[in-house]
């Protein structure tokens, strides 16, 4: 009765929502023909409904972080993102010919990030310059307009490469408005430039005039030898009032920022005050959400997602210049796949590949290979996953790290000054985990993308039972006391040190969880396949296909291993941790006890492992 009762009224509440998106939808699209279309041979959801076209329309990648061949395992949801580089070219390519006969503008932006994520980027053996290879294949993608992400400005070699290598390909169109790059000409002159280019300005294929920026939050954790210049400085610019000066058709902010609680606002007031209709199209990223925004009616912010998980889509109907009516603006999140890629193209499986497509697929697969990244360590027999599945618990990548894989390989190899007999407590920042473990072949690219930080094992010996307890949970800024003890000096300056490696997903956690627990009810009457389930400020529904939303559960800052459950809290243990946060350690030492006054010279290396080896060395002895 009540599930019943609950059924219906989403079933209307849908309907609803469906039936209106198809008029929309069909109001803008001179195609009526969608419903006719050979589906695949292959039993996966399509899309729901048809894009809307306007006059001017973008595709949108953001965070790609080198996911470039695609998500491969075969574990829900990861199918739904399996499209790779290859098969989104073909897509862009069937685009491109889809708007030529609608006689519209179409472009395709990226907005950074493309370094670290996989093994294609983390690491060209031997070369220096990580993602060079694999950029030699963005490069075949026709990009109207690319910006720098902070991802680009860790190492400086990375953003040297870039300079060198990846700006001149695109001619202009590569921006980086606000971030900068030193270094030494032939001559030994030390030269301060632009990454990429300022802004760009250009005529689309219908003779429409754009001005482009490609603005970077105000990021503070760059490589020394690059500059980044706050948003609120950089709109103070005379480059900058010149280059907006001229009044375009649209003005197109690409940027590494993301579009809601940053400081979109801050350009966009600044062409508002001298241009007060003119339409701006914003396309951010790095919160890796899906997300929109109107700051005005005449204008639209896309954030399209990360890890190639998610392709976004952008049109907008002009009307003259001058007007102040409000545009007629769509958005839509597409799961970047075959059958979504075939159809919206509507091509068939026989059709869809372009021969550049087919060569880009190939030829990152080749990339892979050379990379040893298909060297196989084990079979998987489960999913591991870092926030789908409860911490701790079975199904939880967490509760096996700190429980079962560094226990088992800081016991295997320990010849250093610790000493197995003793007890020890170990505890990591769960941030240590990029990405979950699927059931299936685990190899050196899954290592790479789950746990590529490099880290060496600390060990602080003759630390009491009962202290170290407290650390963990002081750490977790849990319990009364030491939240008002440490919250404010040493967990401050330890959220510092994590944003500085980029491990920050807290927006993205907040998206997943929202999702999960506001769509709870419709979760259980609807038959939805897993994924996103957005809900932007944007009108009408976002995502391309809908979904259920994937299970959530937070996970603590930092985990800790159980100690031997018969041992006293006067016992005395090694305190073992990674040497990322040793400075936090020793603080919340000194302030839990007042025996020993803790210095970072008290922690002594543990093991010759290192943190991205665990995996690799479980995986060869307990899944094979
Ligand atoms: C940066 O590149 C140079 C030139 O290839 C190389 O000598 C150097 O070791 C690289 N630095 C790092 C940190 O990889
Ligand atoms: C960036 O480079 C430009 C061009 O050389 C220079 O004018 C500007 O001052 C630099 N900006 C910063 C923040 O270093
Ligand atoms: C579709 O084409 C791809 C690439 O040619 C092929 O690998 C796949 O098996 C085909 N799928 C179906 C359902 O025919
Ligand atoms: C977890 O795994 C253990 C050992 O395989 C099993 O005994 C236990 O029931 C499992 N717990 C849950 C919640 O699945
Ligand atoms: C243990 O450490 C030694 C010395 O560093 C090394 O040669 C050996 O390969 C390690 N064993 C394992 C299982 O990692
Ligand atoms: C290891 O610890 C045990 C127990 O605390 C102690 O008896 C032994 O001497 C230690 N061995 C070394 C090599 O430190
Ligand atoms: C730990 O505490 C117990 C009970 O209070 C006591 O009997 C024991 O001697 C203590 N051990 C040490 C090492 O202080
Ligand atoms: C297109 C595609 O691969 N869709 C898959 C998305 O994931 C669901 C499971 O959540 C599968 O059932 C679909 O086949
Ligand atoms: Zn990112
Ligand atoms: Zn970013």
Known sequence: MHLQHHFTRLALLLGLAFSSHYADACAHDDNHDHAERATPSVPLPPPTRPLVWGDVNIIHTTDSHGWLLGHQKKSFPEPNYSGDLGDFSSFVAHMKDIAIQKDVDILLVDTGDLHDGTGLVDGSPGSGFDAHDANEFFKQLPYDVLAIGNHELYK????????????????????????????????????????GDRFAKFTTRK????????????????????????????????????AIKDEPDFFLLAGHMPVIGDKWPLVFNAIRAIHPHTPILILGGHTHIRDCTQLDGRSMALESGRYMETVGWMSVNLDQRGSSADLAFSRRYLDPNRVTYEYHTKQSNQTFDTPNGLSITTGLKALAKKYGLDRLFGNV????????????????????FIEQALPFVLGLNNTLTSNLTTPSVVI?????????????PFTKDDQISASPFVDRFLHVPNVKLGIAKQVIRALNGAGENTKKLYRPQVLLEMERTTNARGEVNAAYRRWLKEMASRDQVEANARDLTLGYVTKDSCPGIGDD?????????????????????????????????????????????NQLQRETIYTVDDAKLYSDVLSNEVWTIYARHKWN
């Open 381 to 400: 027999p489960k999913d591991y996953t870092i926030n789908q599945a409860p911490y701790p618990g079975n199904g939880s990548l967490l509760s096996l």
């Open 545 to 589: 296909t809908p979904h259920t939303p994937l299970p959530y559960h937070d996970v603590p800052e930092y985990i800790s291993s159980t100690p031997p459950p018969s041992l006293p809290d006067n016992a005395t243990v090694d305190l073992v941790f990674v040497d990322f946060f040793v400075k936090n350690i020793v603080s919340v030492l």
């Open 156 to 195: 400086y070699n990375n953003t040297l490469n870039m300079h060198k290598y990846f700006t001149p390909h695109f001619q202009g169109r590569y921006l980086s408005s606000n971030a900068n790059l030193t270094y030494s000409d032939e001559g030994g002159q030390a030269v301060n430039t632009p990454v």
């Open 207 to 242: 003779g429409r005039k754009v001005t482009a920026l490609g603005v970077l939050f105000d990021f503070k954790d760059n490589a020394k030898g690059t500059t980044v210049q706050k948003v609120g400085d950089m709109v103070k610019e005379s480059w900058f009032k010149a």
């Open 428 to 440: 990591v920042n769960s941030e240590l985990q990029r990405f979950d473990i699927y059931a299936g």
